[in-house]
């Protein structure tokens, strides 16, 4: 497990392997489209950031995430993909 601060408090994130961070990585480099953003590839990407860190569904994580609005929830998972992606600039 990783431990990652958000929004003022510690969270528990699945660490993920080397295979996983490079699917990551694709799929983020396919959320661009010159300078557009590709909406729904964006939030397939997400999607998989939530369940690889173990907040998918009928998780006991995910009831974290049901108390937060959907712009945090997505805030957050952002926040995991540069942590996982090695971008978040904290070492």
Sequence with gaps: MITIKWNK???????ITFSDKRKLHMLNAMCFQ???I???????????????????DGTANQEKLEALSMVQIDTFLQTILMKYLGLSGKK
């Design 9 to 15: 408090k510690d969270w528990e994130i699945k660490d």
């Design 38 to 56: 590709n909406q729904e590839n964006y939030y397939n990407l997400l999607e998989e950031v939530r369940k690889l860190a173990g907040y998918g």
């Design 34 to 36: 010159g300078e557009k």
